[in-house]
């Protein structure tokens, strides 16, 4: 049974920092690459940052850019990412993904989402 679990959610202040993490198992870890998306109320789902399964460069969208940092740990099966200089528009739902693309498709898994809410 595939699982994602993500944790490390809450309320912190702006300029604040929190870091999230995704806890899975069930599917080969080091094979998929492991991404963070998030969705603020009204708005659509978006990419926040992916950390390929091969051990190349992370990629970050430009709202986050020099800001948040995702790392994985492979012997623990765990993904994280660390949200430093937080901004009340970084309030959303964060869901962790593993995605492996082969010839034939791609599979996803999904967690269940962390709230994550900036405010004074």
């Known amino acids: 049974q595939v699982q994602l679990v993500e944790s490390g959610g809450g309320l912190v202040q702006p300029g604040g920092s929190l870091r999230l993490s995704c806890a899975t198992s069930g599917f080969t870890f080091s094979t998929y690459a492991m991404s963070w998306y998030r969705q603020a109320p009204g708005k659509e789902r978006e990419l926040v940052a992916t950390?390929?399964?091969?051990?190349?460069?992370?990629n970050y969208s430009d709202s986050v850019k020099g800001r948040f940092t995702i790392s994985r740990d492979n012997a623990k099966n765990t993904v994280y990412l660390q949200m430093n200089s937080l901004k009340p528009e970084d309030t959303a739902v964060y869901y962790c993904n593993a995605r492996r693309t082969t010839l034939g498709g791609s599979r996803d898994y999904w967690g269940q989402g962390t709230q994550v809410t900036v405010s004074s």
């Open positions: 950390r390929p399964n091969y051990g190349g460069t992370s």
